[in-house]
């Protein structure tokens, strides 16, 4: 193992402190933090403060000022999507390796001018990755290995539901940002949903979706727009999914599920079985632990009683910086940097691009839209 990645994070908010700081805090063997940028001296301070007193810079200058050490291999970009984009373009332009924080964008043509200005500077896509951890959590990671091992036989349709309480008692709930973004909390936290959809659904040889419809209705009085998305989407194999998100919800929870022909039967999953993936907090709606997944397989015949369920840990953002980090290093060095899928722009570019199309039809009424294509 070579030296340690230098990071160096920008942003310094509540995902940043929260998600990001625990995973480059002193310890870790391939990576450390140079330092911490944010919009304001105060939050920099703060930051860099609860990081061990590692150095801090904020505003214009001060990110001028980062992008400029030599000694910083790599940046972490954790601040509102529609400062995202600026963001990695400068620090794309100072030779830096990039991980974003989702969505990749405020929207998918946003998205695309930074690849095309990407290709026509002559910087390799590979130097820029999107962390979006529901590409790595352990539980959807699993589910999608055994549909992928044609255990399910035929996927004949496929469900995605997410609830989620939006209200003054959750630490986003006043965001600026979110507020403001096109479709607000629905695309912001939509993205997370569809990703795990599209994973799993294309682990079965579904496809991408090509076409969709959706209802919008608005629960809560206390956020801009609708809050609520029920509507469905056609995959390329002629796949249906149902697809049902909620901010107004009561009690935080997502359940993906799969259901397949009887074809074969394997250990995990026997003839013309289901595969579900459902994340619990808090213990509010199942028996798994605080921040989990429970993996459970059902079938017409006998699944043994030892892989009936699993109990997986919500562990996605770590699991992406750290292949973030091997991936800078492995750029940096020189050597073979092929990009780990689950960090692809244009992947998270495509969650986008189902939201986008979910919100457009629900702004139509219902009326069936195509899911813009991506390269």
């Known amino acids: 193992m070579g030296p340690p990645v230098r990071v160096a994070l920008l942003g310094g908010g509540t995902f940043?402190?929260?998600?990001?700081?625990?995973?480059?805090?002193?310890?870790?063997?391939?990576?450390?933090?140079?330092?911490?940028?944010?919009?304001?001296?105060?939050?920099?301070?703060?930051?860099?403060?609860?990081?061990?007193?590692?150095?801090?810079?904020?505003?214009?200058?001060?990110?001028?000022?980062?992008?400029?050490?030599?000694?910083?291999?790599?940046?972490?970009?954790?601040?509102?999507?529609q400062a995202t984009l600026q963001i990695v373009r400068q620090a794309l332009a100072a030779g830096k390796v990039v991980l974003s924080e989702k969505p990749a964008g405020p929207t998918v043509a946003a998205v695309k001018e930074v690849l095309d200005w990407m290709q026509a500077s002559g910087i390799p896509a590979a130097r820029w990755s999107v962390q979006e951890n529901y590409r790595g959590e352990s539980g959807l990671v699993m589910a999608a290995e055994l549909a992928r091992s044609g255990a399910l036989g035929r996927l004949v349709k496929a469900d995605l539901v997410a609830e989620l309480p939006m209200n003054p008692g959750s630490r986003y709930y006043a965001s600026a940002w979110r507020r403001q973004l096109p479709g607000s909390f629905l695309l912001e936290g939509g993205v997370h949903f569809v990703a795990a959809l599209r994973l799993v659904c294309a682990a079965a040889g579904a496809g991408e979706p090509g076409r969709v419809s959706a209802l919008l209705t608005r629960g809560s009085e206390g956020v801009p727009g609708p809050d609520t998305l029920v509507?469905?989407?056609?995959?390329?194999?002629?796949?249906?999914?149902?697809?049902?998100?909620?901010?107004?919800?009561?009690?935080?929870?997502?359940?993906?599920?799969?259901?397949?022909?009887?074809?074969?039967?394997?250990?995990?999953?026997?003839?013309?079985?289901?595969?579900?993936?459902?994340?619990?907090?808090?213990?509010?709606?199942?028996?798994?632990?605080?921040?989990?997944?429970?993996?459970?397989?059902?079938?017409?015949?006998?699944?043994?009683?030892?892989?009936?369920?699993?109990?997986?840990?919500?562990?996605?953002?770590?699991?992406?910086?750290?292949?973030?980090?091997?991936?800078?290093?492995?750029?940096?060095?020189?050597?073979?940097?092929?990009?780990?899928?689950?960090?692809?722009?244009?992947?998270?570019?495509?969650?986008?691009?189902?939201?986008?199309?979910?919100?457009?039809?629900?702004?139509?009424?219902?009326?069936?839209?195509?899911?813009?294509?991506?390269?």
């Not at 002193?26 to 919009?39: A, H, K």
């Not at 939050?43 to 980062?66: I, M, N």
């Not at 996605?316 to 990009?339: P, Y």
């Open 231 to 375: 509507g469905w989407a056609r995959f390329d194999g002629g796949v249906p999914a149902g697809v049902s998100i909620t901010q107004a919800g009561a009690i935080p929870r997502l359940c993906v599920t799969l259901v397949g022909t009887q074809v074969w039967m394997v250990v995990w999953i026997a003839r013309g079985g289901t595969i579900e993936a459902k994340r619990g907090q808090w213990g509010a709606w199942t028996a798994a632990p605080a921040n989990s997944y429970t993996l459970h397989a059902e079938s017409s015949g006998d699944v043994p009683a030892s892989v009936d369920q699993r109990v997986l840990p919500f562990d996605g953002v770590g699991t992406q910086v750290g292949a973030f980090v091997a991936h800078a290093a492995a750029l940096r060095d020189g050597r073979d940097a092929e990009l780990d899928a689950s960090l692809s722009v244009q992947e998270a570019a495509r969650d986008l691009a189902l939201m986008e199309a979910l919100l457009r039809s629900g702004e139509r009424q219902g009326e069936a839209v195509d899911v813009e294509r991506l390269a």
């Open 16 to 81: 940043a402190r929260s998600a990001y700081l625990p995973l480059l805090t002193p310890g870790q063997t391939d990576r450390t933090l140079i330092g911490i940028w944010s919009r304001t001296r105060e939050s920099a301070e703060s930051a860099a403060g609860e990081a061990g007193g590692v150095p801090s810079w904020h505003g214009e200058v001060g990110l001028q000022e980062v992008l400029a050490r030599p000694d910083v291999d790599a940046v972490i970009v954790v601040v509102a999507a």
